[in-house]
């Protein structure tokens, strides 16, 4: 089992359930927040009570690149490596087409697919001297879009893209995969009760998942998938059958 685990926008929500996950199957997880602070210092004091020195926290903005990479350095410092990385940091808001603006491609762009680009690339040494790898964390409207959402549709898409081209750059030494979440946990922003029962009703098991469906995808790439690379796991209740 890896040890050493960076994750992304890792206080809350899918994040913080992959790092719960991953922590009680052993490993260190350093926990990637943005402005979560309380949320993210409360689930390291939270697994380190459970075992000493096995979380630690570090806040960064994504789109900032020079933070970007102290996270890199930091995260390989705390425990002399890292054995795999998870991108689940996401920006996620509307942008119908007509409006869309150069600000928000840049935000949406720059956390959904530079930033793991850069990641990846700033971890790849260690990465590769640890035969680690790599879980992008996707969206199924990467392939099939959402109205209203273009640009982070367009992000995602490239960040499936370059799960598929840095499986082959990387290889053999770091695999890559990613995992495609349907319906998990609703945005913050509003959602009117209507399309959530509209979106319910499109899904074949009839129901929306929970972060731990995700994270145990994660789980299984990480410890149980040594031969599986370049692959995106779908974890939609079936969605995708019937978009
Ligand atoms: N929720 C779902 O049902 C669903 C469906 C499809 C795909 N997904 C994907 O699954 C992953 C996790 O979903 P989620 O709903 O748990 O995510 P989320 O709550 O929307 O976002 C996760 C974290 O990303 C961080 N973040 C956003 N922009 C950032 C930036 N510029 N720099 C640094 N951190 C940034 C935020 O950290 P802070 O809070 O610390 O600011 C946020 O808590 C995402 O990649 C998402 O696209 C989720």
Redesign the pocket.
Known sequence: MPKNVLI??????????CARLLHSEGCNVFL??????D??FQLSHELNELRPNSAKTM??????MSALKKLAIDACEAWGGIDALI??????YPTPFTDASEQQWD?LL???LK?PFFLSQALSGTLAQNKGCII??????AERGLPGFPV?CIA?AGLMAMTKLLARELAPNIRVNA??????????HDLPESEKVEILQRIPLMR??E?QD?AKSVLFLIRDAGYVTGQIICV?GGRTLFC
């Open positions: 992304t926008g890792a206080a809350r929500r899918i994040g913080a359930a990637h927040y943005r402005s979560s602070k949320a993210a806040q960064a903005d994504l789109l900032d991108n689940n940091a996401s920006a996620f935000e720059g956390g959904n930033a992008n964390i996707g969206d199924i409207h982070y995602k995992v495609s979440p349907g319906a998990i946990l609703w945005p913050e929306s998942g972060p995700i939609d």
